[in-house]
């Protein structure tokens, strides 16, 4: 992403938080991300809601986008619009396989544009947990929340095949690394022991940043 000088810079306008919560009568971990954003706020909404707009900076999705619609992101998650209340925030369930979460869009406006709020909330998975922390959605979707200030600064379109190799250049490895690490220090801020959440961090890059020829993500 030749627009990405300093990848350092970028997960560094992004704050991170982590909560347990439950749902449904069982424990949950919420991955809270924030980030301002120098646009007003119908056009933040836009770039996230019009599906013509969507795949210039994420992934083409098809469906009925209004609440109680079924929605499909190519080659990722689908599932129910269940909640809009426009230009200000959207919810959606987050259907892969069997598993579902939940994740819920705020936009506030700020003095220098709109602020982004994401929330993403699993029941947890004890073993996954340990192994990978908030890093394994987290990254995903600092990826995400950066390819949509690139859109925005710049008007056009993120290239798709410039993206899917990003994680593993050289700037691409110290976005993950860096981004992986700071979800690791938002979860011993909840309460995660730190060698642990560190350990869980390290092999969060290690997924991200393999090669293709070495890649064991699938």
């Not at 933040?44 to 013509?52: F, K, S």
Request: glycine share 10%.
């Amino acid at each position: 992403m030749t627009l990405l000088t300093d990848p350092t810079a970028i997960v560094g306008l992004v704050t991170r938080e982590v909560r347990t919560g439950s749902r449904d009568g069982a424990p949950t971990k919420i991955a809270v991300a924030r980030r301002s954003y120098p646009t007003d706020q119908s056009d933040l909404w836009d770039a996230l809601t019009d599906p013509e707009r969507i795949p210039r900076w994420f992934l083409p999705v098809s469906g009925d986008l209004r609440v109680g619609g079924h929605y499909q992101i190519e080659g990722n998650a689908g599932g129910v619009v269940e909640q809009c209340e426009e230009p200000k925030r959207f919810a959606v369930t987050w259907e892969m396989g069997p598993q579902v979460s939940w994740l819920e869009i705020t936009l506030t406006p700020v003095d220098d544009g709109t602020l982004l709020e994401l929330t993403h909330e699993a029941h947890v998975d004890t073993s996954l947990w340990s192994q990978f922390g908030p890093g394994a959605v987290g990254v995903g979707w600092d990826l995400a929340l950066m390819g949509l200030g690139l859109h925005l600064s710049s008007g056009t379109a993120v290239d798709p095949v410039e993206a899917m190799a990003f994680t593993t250049t050289p700037r691409g490895v110290v976005f993950v690394q860096a981004a992986a690490t700071r979800w690791a220090d938002a979860a011993v801020g909840d309460g995660d022991e730190s060698a642990g959440a560190h350990a869980a961090a390290e092999r969060t890059i290690e997924f991200y940043t393999a090669a293709p020829e070495d890649d064991h993500r699938s």
